[in-house]
T-cell receptor, first 115, second 115 residues
Framework: AQTVTQSQPEMSVQEAETVTLSCTYD???????LFWYKQPPSRQMILVIR??????QNATENRFSVNFQKAAKSFSLKISDSQLGDAAMYFC????????????FGKGTRLHILP | KAGVTQTPRYLIKTRGQQVTLSCSPISGHRSVSWYQQTPGQGLQFLFE???????NKGNFPGRFSGRQFSNSRSEMNVSTLELGDSALYLCASSLVGGGNIDEQFFGPGTRLTVL
């Protein structure tokens, strides 16, 4: 069975600084997607960034980038120039490719931004 | 384009009652997935529907059921409610699902409280 582990339940970062959220996963599949989702307090879950396992290049979206280490089954999220609006729960997630839409989520990391 | 909508947003029920939650996907989306979010268990997959057929099911008791209509709207039903069913229920829609590269968009959720 696939699992996703986020070892940091909470983190804090000073505004404008850089922070890295950790995630490891376990799967025997070779084709899959990895995601980072953001869930602000009392607001909807939104997709931050996505990585296809077959792509070696790390995905980036503006201030958000990932470090995807397929052999190590590691998928960390780096947020550069942290902003107050980045405060949220961040979920690392996994989904098999071309099988079904079931997403397996980690337990989440609550990120606090210190002004 | 309107996002995923869920009704009602908040619900209070008592043990033993049953409840029906509704999810309207983004126009044109045919796949709908449901998740239960609790502080203890995190986000757990309930089921995925596509073209009125359940395509995948999570590890939940038979008290949890769902269906999808021809317009892709989906409902989930929980019978004989238990205190542990108190949770945020999220639905997500995508164009065709099935592990396709399509992004899944989440609704705001229905907060169910069982007393």
């Amino acid at each position: 069975a696939q699992t996703v582990t986020q070892s940091q339940p909470e983190m804090s970062v000073q505004e404008a600084e850089t922070v890295t959220l950790s995630c490891t996963y376990d799967t025997s599949e070779s084709d899959y997607y990895l995601f980072w989702y953001k869930q602000p307090p009392s607001r909807q879950m939104i997709l931050v960034i996505r990585q296809e396992a077959y792509k070696q290049q790390n995905a980036t979206e503006n201030r958000f980038s990932v470090n995807f280490q397929k052999a190590a089954k590691s998928f960390s999220l780096k947020i550069s120039d942290s902003q107050l609006g980045d405060a949220a729960m961040y979920f690392c997630a996994y989904r098999r490719m071309n099988r079904d839409d079931k997403i397996i989520f980690g337990k989440g990391t609550r990120l606090h931004i210190l002004p | 384009k309107a996002g995923v909508t869920q009704t009602p947003r908040y619900l209070i029920k008592t043990r033993g009652q049953q409840v029906t939650l509704s999810c309207s996907p983004i126009s044109g989306h045919r796949s709908v997935s449901w998740y239960q979010q609790t502080p203890g268990q995190g986000l757990q997959f309930l089921f995925e529907y596509f073209s009125e057929t359940q395509r995948n099911k999570g590890n939940f008791p038979g008290r949890f059921s769902g269906r999808q209509f021809s317009n892709s709207r989906s409902e989930m039903n929980v019978s004989t409610l238990e205190l542990g069913d108190s949770a945020l229920y999220l639905c997500a829609s995508s164009l065709v699902g099935g592990g396709n590269i399509d992004e899944q968009f989440f609704g705001p959720g229905t907060r169910l409280t069982v007393l």
